[in-house]
């Protein structure tokens, strides 16, 4: 049985911690939870020891055994800490070092794997400072637990839902099934790898330029996945707004011909190369030097094709294995068949682009996976972190 410590912030969303309190005890995690005094207006300590049937911490000077040190004692005992609902407040405050209450004093004396679920008001959220401070969480090694979009408590709909606990439970079983004797034994393990993510964006003139609306989230969440399972992992990412994931290697670019140059440096060395990014296939002919000024009549503007990145791959390959990715909204596995075939890929994870509750931006998809050897996986649809799972738990054993 894994220990959990759960460490509650002053947040409303911090009535979802009894929830999760609760369903991670179902999936059989033991767990002790540690509250701030902000929390505590919100909700209390009972309700957690009732639930985890296990003792509540609320103070660094309210020790309950003497032969030990509280706040140290408590990160050492745990196999992960998961702070949720994080506030700004306390966001802040790890980024900076302050150990000013348990939940601070216990993060900054522990060197266990830490996972993070913000959860705040959108525009606290957006803040330079905030994303800032996130940043550093993540180059500190935490996980992110990213929040979701929906009613937020002071009435915006928007981004700054804490995680869903189900989602939360199951990001821990994958990470614990991805960290103990199957980590060692996982095909990546040791392995070169390659991601694309995100958008590229073709500059017309200073100002304007075509890009789509791909936010990286599905090749970032492939990157992490991969490092977990032991990969060495460059991530090749155009312009987006997620934090970089913990042990990746990451090289930021813009336009397709940018991704190219940086891919084809690369591509030797790699054993297997993840083309999840959303590559213009058209650029501007010609880049302006000055600002395009307003015409009478129409405008009309030309474009030039960029590099077919993983045609070009798939015609220069060796040894490396290729996933392709097909972004479709219409004859989905007929134009996913032609794209394994044409691009001489080794496998073609299409979907539907077409539903815009998923796909494009969503932290959902649903991917069929279409093998070479014309074996078909439907995965469903699921957080595009559990799909990066699920793709990797499929290629596990048919990467040859
Ligand atoms: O980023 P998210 O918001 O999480 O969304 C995920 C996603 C929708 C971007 C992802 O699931 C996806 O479908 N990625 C591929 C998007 C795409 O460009 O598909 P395509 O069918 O146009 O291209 C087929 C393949 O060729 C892709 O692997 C693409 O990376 C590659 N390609 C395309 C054009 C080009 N010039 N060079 C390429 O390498």
Redesign the pocket.
């Known amino acids: 049985m894994k220990n959990i410590l759960l460490a509650v912030t002053g947040g409303i969303a911090a009535y979802k911690a009894i929830d999760l309190t609760s369903k991670l005890t179902q999936a059989d995690y033991n767990v002790r939870v540690m509250l701030t005094d902000h929390a505590q207006e919100f909700v209390t300590p009972l309700a957690f020891q009732a639930i985890g049937r296990n003792p509540v911490y609320t103070s660094t000077f309210r020790e309950h055994n003497p032969e030990e040190i509280q706040h140290v004692a408590l990160g050492d005992w745990a196999d992960a800490i998961v702070v949720a609902p994080a506030t700004a407040n306390t966001i802040a405050k790890l980024a900076n070092g302050i150990a000013d209450d348990m939940v601070t004093s216990t993060l900054l004396a522990t060197e266990t794997p830490k996972f993070i679920a913000p959860a705040m008001n959108v525009h606290m959220y957006e803040n330079k400072r905030t994303q800032h401070n996130l940043a550093t969480l993540s180059s500190d090694g935490y996980y992110f637990l990213e929040p979701g979009e929906g009613f937020l408590a002071c009435g915006y709909v928007a981004k700054g839902r804490m995680e869903e606990p189900l989602q939360i439970v199951e990001r821990l079983n994958q990470y614990f099934k991805n960290n103990t004797s199957a980590t060692k034994n996982s095909r990546f393990n040791g392995m070169q790898a390659l991601v694309?993510?995100?958008?590229?964006i073709e500059e017309l003139d200073p100002v304007r330029y075509l890009s789509?609306?791909?936010?990286?989230?599905?090749?970032?969440?492939l990157a992490e996945s991969l490092a977990q399972r032991g990969a060495t992992v460059t991530l090749i990412s155009g312009p987006?707004h997620l934090t970089p994931p913990k042990n990746v290697e990451v090289i930021q670019v813009e336009s397709?011909q940018q991704?190219?140059e940086a891919?084809k440096t690369r591509f030797d060395k790699m054993d297997i190369v993840f083309?999840?990014?959303?590559?213009?296939?058209y650029a501007p002919t010609e880049l302006l030097e000055h600002k395009l000024k307003k015409r009478q009549g129409d405008l009309t503007v030309t474009f030039k094709?960029?590099?077919?990145?993983?045609?070009?791959?798939g015609e220069h390959k060796d040894k490396q294995f290729l996933?392709?990715?097909?972004?479709?909204t219409q004859n989905i596995e007929s134009?996913a068949q032609k794209?394994l075939k044409s691009?001489n890929?080794d496998v073609?994870?299409?979907?539907n682009?077409g539903d815009r509750t998923i796909?494009?931006?969503?932290d959902d998809?649903a991917?069929t996976m279409y093998y070479k050897n014309g074996e078909t996986i439907s995965l469903g649809k699921h957080k595009?972190v559990i799909l990066a799972e699920h793709i990797l738990d499929s290629l596990e054993t048919r990467w040859k």
């Open positions: 694309t993510a995100g958008p590229t789509n609306r791909s936010s990286g989230k599905m090749g970032y969440a987006t397709a991704m190219f891919v083309k999840s990014a959303a590559v213009s296939d094709r960029t590099p077919d990145i993983l045609k070009y791959l996933v392709g990715f097909a972004a479709e134009y794209k691009k890929a073609i994870i299409a979907n682009v796909g494009f931006s969503s998809n991917y595009k």
